[in-house]
């Protein structure tokens, strides 16, 4: 392997879409419709009928529909340049499930060691680093309970600065190992404790690590096909591992969605030659710093050319089952997957969102070809691999199209390398180029409106390419060059249905801040301003939350200098003014958003708290950024996941 790579930061983006389209171009948003599916309904018999993460639609079917929107109650906190989680007042954060706590399984719950000393066998009973998106499911399964309840919880990347006592200094088949497993997804289990705070419940019998290493199920359109099968899976069926879980999405039938993001970082082809395939999805001749292929040929992709094919996907986990083999939904499409949002049409039908998120990449929904069936759980299991994959066009009028992507149909044509779905799907991003969909500037979480069905809102963080060196120009959905504040776009659904194929679309924000020396960088923010906008979720109540990824490169520096650290907003999209209500410590993203039914105990994520521009830390002065959550006695600083709650009892928000 070359002794030359360079650290490719995680998630840098650089664009690898070539196509000459035109640039002009929760649980459910779950949107049934209320006349149909709640018809005769009494919320308490649909969350029964619907089981535990349908609370979302009980909640909603609690509330009138054109209701008055909500009124955010809290005072705003200002920039945060501390090394801590600041709340407004009469707010509490308390830190639930860090890096390196034990997930939970009986008799296998080794403790954190603060020098890195645990071993891999011992991390893969552990909570992996960097938590990202996540997802609260009541129990029992079938209830709406605020008190108890499952958490599936990505761990997206690692650090492996911190993750090894020395560091990268040396490096081995056990460090390789051991990152393996501190990434993919936990499911814990966690209980109110009735004093006001919570706890992960040990041992659980759900507590389980899903890792690099775990076998997973591939199912839909590109089960079998040749360009997914290996040497160590000749038959196209099984893949070992989910890694670079980015965001994520309950569905109304109670399973997770995790999504697999950069999973080029972790390839390397340093053959010279590369196949249209390979550059399109980034894979290059370095990685992006993990070094996995190192020593696990796996990832060397001159050796094992489909083996990339094998991930960008989205995968579906049943939290409720321990024993259940994860599965690699293909029929989502392979692209850098951010999250994947579930909504159900008045149809039936169970529409995901999902955005890609790079440079100059593309918005997708699936619409699946049966209907969600609220009485058999078993039933909506397969929902997901059989349905017409979407990507989106903008259009300069304020109208939009999504584009089928079908084998045979629009141009999708053999000649053009897309003799099968398998095909479409594996190569989803060659195919959206086809259908000459519309580049984004970088499309991250999709939320949609808990009280408005078919109102749809998704976070394009950032693009300072945008206009540069012969890249596409502003367009009307991305109107800025150097659009280095990001913007939150807005669609709602022709007839509000999740279903349609044609929508109207606005700009919802233009991030940014009024002080900027140009104009670009101005935005129109009303209320506290942000920018590099990533999370957004609605709650139960119709107020959307925005959480931030200012890149540690940038954060508090450059264009975002004064900014301090990176931030979580609420806004009420009826009267448009965002309103700051978290800060983090230094060098952290703020991630994952998740509400108990009762909208009162909200939990989000602190990903890679004193993480370095090189994204890899210092061995030697592992708190040289932030010791969060320890303090200055800490070991090292520790991604977590944290509960929120209002002192009074009172709800998030209010
Ligand atoms: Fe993993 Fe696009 O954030
Ligand atoms: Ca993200
Ligand atoms: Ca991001």
């Given at each position: 392997?070359?002794?030359?790579?360079?650290?490719?930061?995680?998630?840098?983006?650089?664009?690898?879409?070539?196509?000459?389209?035109?640039?002009?171009?929760?649980?459910?948003?779950?949107?049934?419709?209320?006349?149909?599916?709640?018809?005769?309904?009494?919320?308490?018999?649909?969350?029964?009928?619907?089981?535990?993460?349908?609370?979302?639609?009980?909640?909603?079917?609690?509330?009138?529909?054109?209701?008055?929107?909500?009124?955010?109650?809290?005072?705003?906190?200002?920039?945060?340049?501390?090394?801590?989680?600041?709340?407004?007042?009469?707010?509490?954060?308390?830190?639930?499930?860090?890096?390196?706590?034990?997930?939970?399984?009986?008799?296998?719950?080794?403790?954190?060691?603060?020098?890195?000393?645990?071993?891999?066998?011992?991390?893969?009973?552990?909570?992996?680093?960097?938590?990202?998106?996540?997802?609260?499911?009541?129990?029992?399964?079938?209830?709406?309970?605020?008190?108890?309840?499952?958490?599936?919880?990505?761990?997206?990347?690692?650090?492996?600065?911190?993750?090894?006592?020395?560091?990268?200094?040396?490096?081995?088949?056990?460090?390789?190992?051991?990152?393996?497993?501190?990434?993919?997804?936990?499911?814990?289990?966690?209980?109110?404790?009735?004093?006001?705070?919570?706890?992960?419940?040990?041992?659980?019998?759900?507590?389980?690590?899903?890792?690099?290493?775990?076998?997973?199920?591939?199912?839909?359109?590109?089960?079998?096909?040749?360009?997914?099968?290996?040497?160590?899976?000749?038959?196209?069926?099984?893949?070992?591992?989910?890694?670079?879980?980015?965001?994520?999405?309950?569905?109304?039938?109670?399973?997770?969605?995790?999504?697999?993001?950069?999973?080029?970082?972790?390839?390397?082809?340093?053959?010279?030659?590369?196949?249209?395939?390979?550059?399109?999805?980034?894979?290059?001749?370095?990685?992006?710093?993990?070094?996995?292929?190192?020593?696990?040929?796996?990832?060397?992709?001159?050796?094992?050319?489909?083996?990339?094919?094998?991930?960008?996907?989205?995968?579906?986990?049943?939290?409720?089952?321990?024993?259940?083999?994860?599965?690699?939904?293909?029929?989502?499409?392979?692209?850098?997957?951010?999250?994947?949002?579930?909504?159900?049409?008045?149809?039936?039908?169970?529409?995901?969102?999902?955005?890609?998120?790079?440079?100059?990449?593309?918005i997708?929904?699936?619409?699946?070809?049966?209907?969600?069936?609220?009485?058999?759980?078993?039933?909506?299991?397969?929902?997901?691999?059989?349905?017409?994959?979407?990507?989106?066009?903008f259009?300069?009028?304020?109208?939009?199209?999504?584009?089928?992507?079908?084998?045979?149909?629009?141009?999708?044509?053999?000649?053009?390398?897309?003799?099968?779905?398998?095909?479409?799907?594996?190569?989803?991003?060659?195919?959206?180029?086809?259908?000459?969909?519309?580049?984004m500037d970088r499309p991250e979480?999709?939320?949609?409106?808990?009280?408005?069905?078919?109102?749809?809102y998704c976070t394009l963080t950032n693009n300072?390419?945008r206009?540069?060196?012969?890249?596409?120009?502003p367009d009307a959905a991305n109107p800025r060059t150097d659009n280095k504040f990001g913007h939150i776009i807005r669609?709602?659904?022709?007839?509000?249905?999740?279903?349609?194929?044609?929508?109207?679309w606005d700009i919802f924000a233009l991030a940014g801040?009024?002080?900027?020396?140009?104009?670009e960088h101005k935005g129109n923010i009303?209320?506290?301003y942000f920018g590099s906008q990533d999370?957004l979720?609605?709650?139960?109540?119709?107020?959307?939350?925005v959480?931030t990824?200012?890149?540690?490169?940038?954060?508090?520096?450059?264009?975002?200098?004064?900014?301090?650290?990176?931030?979580?907003?609420?806004?009420?999209?009826?009267?448009?003014?965002f309103?700051?209500?978290?800060?983090?410590?230094?060098?952290?993203?703020?991630?994952?958003?998740?509400?108990?039914?009762?909208?009162?105990?909200?939990?989000?994520?602190?990903?890679?708290?004193?993480?370095?521009?090189?994204?890899?830390?210092?061995?030697?002065?592992?708190?040289?950024?932030?010791?969060?959550?320890?303090?200055?006695?800490?070991?090292?600083?520790?991604?977590?996941?944290?509960?929120?709650?209002?002192?009074?009892?009172?709800?998030?928000?209010?």
């Open positions: 392997m070359s002794e030359s790579y360079k650290i490719k930061q995680h998630g840098v983006d650089e664009p690898t879409n070539p196509s000459a389209n035109l640039a002009l171009s929760e649980v459910l948003a779950a949107r049934f419709s209320r006349r149909g599916v709640l018809k005769g309904t009494g919320a308490a018999g649909l969350a029964g009928l619907l089981g535990g993460s349908l609370a979302t639609l009980a909640e909603a079917a609690q509330v009138p529909f054109a209701r008055k929107a909500p009124v955010l109650g809290f005072k705003p906190v200002p920039f945060g340049f501390e090394d801590k989680v600041v709340v407004p007042e009469g707010y509490v954060a308390d830190v639930l499930y860090a890096w390196g706590d034990p997930v939970g399984i009986k008799g296998a719950m080794p403790a954190f060691k603060p020098d890195a000393s645990n071993s891999a066998a011992e991390q893969e009973l552990q909570a992996g680093m960097h938590h990202d998106g996540m997802a609260f499911f009541p129990l029992p399964l079938g209830s709406t309970s605020s008190k108890h309840g499952l958490m599936a919880i990505n761990h997206e990347y690692t650090d492996d600065g911190l993750l090894h006592s020395d560091g990268m200094k040396t490096w081995s088949a056990d460090k390789v190992k051991k990152a393996q497993a501190a990434v993919g997804v936990s499911v814990i289990e966690v209980e109110a404790t009735g004093q006001g705070g919570w706890k992960v419940v040990r041992p659980s019998k759900y507590a389980r690590r899903i890792h690099a290493n775990t076998p997973i199920a591939i199912q839909g359109p590109a089960r079998g096909h040749a360009l997914m099968q290996t040497e160590a899976d000749p038959k196209g069926v099984e893949v070992l591992g989910t890694f670079q879980n980015c965001a994520s999405g309950p569905t109304p039938w109670g399973t997770y969605l995790t999504c697999e993001e950069n999973f080029d970082g972790v390839f390397v082809n340093d053959s010279g030659k590369l196949t249209e395939l390979e550059k399109r999805y980034g894979i290059s001749n370095k990685d992006a710093g993990y070094k996995w292929a190192w020593e696990d040929f796996r990832f060397d992709a001159q050796l094992n050319p489909n083996e990339p094919n094998r991930f960008g996907w989205v995968v579906e986990i049943d939290p409720f089952d321990p024993k259940s083999k994860p599965v690699k939904r293909t029929a989502l499409g392979r692209f850098k997957h951010e999250g994947a949002t579930v909504a159900i049409a008045p149809s039936g039908h169970a529409v995901v969102y999902m955005g890609d998120d790079q440079r100059f990449e593309y997708y929904k699936f619409v699946s070809k049966n209907t969600f069936d609220p009485k058999n759980r078993k039933a909506n299991m397969q929902l997901l691999d059989e349905g017409t994959l979407y990507v989106a066009r259009d300069a009028d304020g109208s939009g199209q999504w584009l089928p992507l079908v084998a045979g149909q629009n141009g999708l044509s053999a000649d053009k390398g897309f003799a099968s779905q398998g095909d479409v799907v594996i190569k989803a991003r060659m195919a959206a180029d086809v259908m000459g969909a519309t580049k979480w999709i939320a949609v409106h808990s009280h408005k069905p078919g109102e749809v300072s390419e206009g540069k060196d012969g890249k596409p120009g669609w709602n659904e022709h007839g509000g249905d999740a279903a349609a194929t044609a929508f109207k801040r009024p002080d900027a020396a140009k104009p009303k209320g506290d999370g979720k609605f709650d139960y109540n119709g107020v959307l939350w959480e990824d200012v890149s540690t490169s940038t954060v508090n520096m450059k264009e975002y200098k004064g900014m301090g650290n990176n931030q979580m907003l609420a806004v009420v999209p009826e009267t448009g003014e309103r700051r209500f978290l800060t983090g410590p230094n060098g952290c993203e703020i991630t994952g958003i998740a509400f108990t039914p009762d909208n009162k105990t909200l939990f989000i994520n602190i990903q890679h708290p004193g993480e370095p521009d090189s994204e890899r830390s210092d061995p030697d002065r592992p708190l040289a950024i932030s010791s969060w959550p320890e303090g200055p006695k800490a070991g090292r600083p520790r991604a977590a996941t944290v509960v929120i709650r209002k002192l009074d009892g009172g709800v998030i928000g209010s």
